[in-house]
Nanobody, 123 residues
């Protein structure tokens, strides 16, 4: 059974940092692309950052470029999202998902999601 478990969320002041983890089980993502998404109440889900585990290709939303860093530890089947200089507008529930048809920042869909981890940034 494929599962994703996100962790590392919490409450932080603006300007602070958090590192989110997305631990996968049930498959080995040597050739998979994994994405971090977020959704705030009343807002649409947003792709935050994506990574192709096969070649390390990455994508970042404009709103997080220069502040967030995605990385993949294939040996641990874990993808990380290092978030720095956090802003109140980063407040959301963050999810990871396995992407389908990923190529250079685009994808055709996703098949497995985690339950998410809440990030709250206070001003």
């Amino acid at each position: 059974e494929v599962q994703f478990v996100e962790s590392g969320g919490g409450l932080v002041q603006a300007g602070g940092s958090l590192r989110l983890s997305c631990a996968a089980s049930g498959f080995t993502f040597n050739d998979d692309a994994i994405g971090w998404f977020r959704q705030a109440p009343g807002k649409e889900r947003e792709a935050v950052s994506l990574i192709d585990s096969s070649d390390g290709d990455t994508y970042y939303a404009d709103s997080v470029k220069g502040r967030f860093t995605i990385s993949s530890d294939n040996a641990q089947n874990t993808v990380y999202l290092q978030m720095t200089s956090l802003k109140p507008e980063d407040t959301a529930k963050y999810y990871c998902a396995r992407l389908l048809g990923y190529y250079k920042g685009s994808y055709t869909g996703f098949d497995y999601w985690g339950q998410g981890t809440q990030v709250t940034v206070s001003s």
